[in-house]
């Protein structure tokens, strides 16, 4: 009964914002609980998949990999060549350069692919065993320099 009379009081317009204000809390709090994004990753038997967690409930998948296909893996770092413009580039990291590490492969749907993410060292070790041989021998020769 309030809201006819307020309308019939030419409170159409303070009826209208408070709808406005109901509808913005609304987004508000779905985009806030939308941006806390989790990723997974699991390795089995030389695969690694990565899946992207949104609020703790939604699951996606993001990317599936062999390593074995690798053409490039490491810490991603200032050394590391710069993307090319037909490079796709999947981020799968909490944005913390410190602790990302990036791979290079051919993808079946995305081409030329750049996969950056934030494996733990037991992941790192596992990836370590199935990447091509010519990156291993690599990566021993750079962790000898550090």
Do not use: W
């Not at 009379?5 to 204000?21: D, E, H, K, P, R």
């Not at 409930?57 to 993001?62: D, H, Q, S, Y």
């Not at 934030?118 to 021993?140: A, G, H, Q, S, T």
């Amino acid at each position: 009964m309030t809201t006819f009379l307020t309308i019939g009081n030419g409170g159409l317009f303070s009826f209208l914002g408070i709808i406005l204000a109901v509808f913005s809390g609304i987004l508000t709090y779905k985009n806030k609980k939308n941006s806390q994004i989790e990723y997974e990753y699991t390795f089995t038997n030389g695969e690694l998949d990565i899946d992207k967690i949104i609020a703790q409930a939604r699951r996606k998948e993001m990317i599936s990999i062999q390593v074995s296909k690798f053409t490039a893996f490491g810490l991603y770092d200032l050394s590391v060549p710069e993307e090319t413009d037909d490079m796709t580039v999947v981020y799968a990291t909490d944005n913390i350069m410190s602790h990302e590490y990036y791979a290079d492969f051919q993808h079946e749907e995305y081409g030329s692919t750049r996969l950056i993410f934030c494996p733990n060292e037991r992941m790192i070790d596992n990836i370590n065993k199935f990447i091509p041989k010519k990156l291993r021998v690599e990566l021993k020769k750079e962790s000898e320099l550090e």
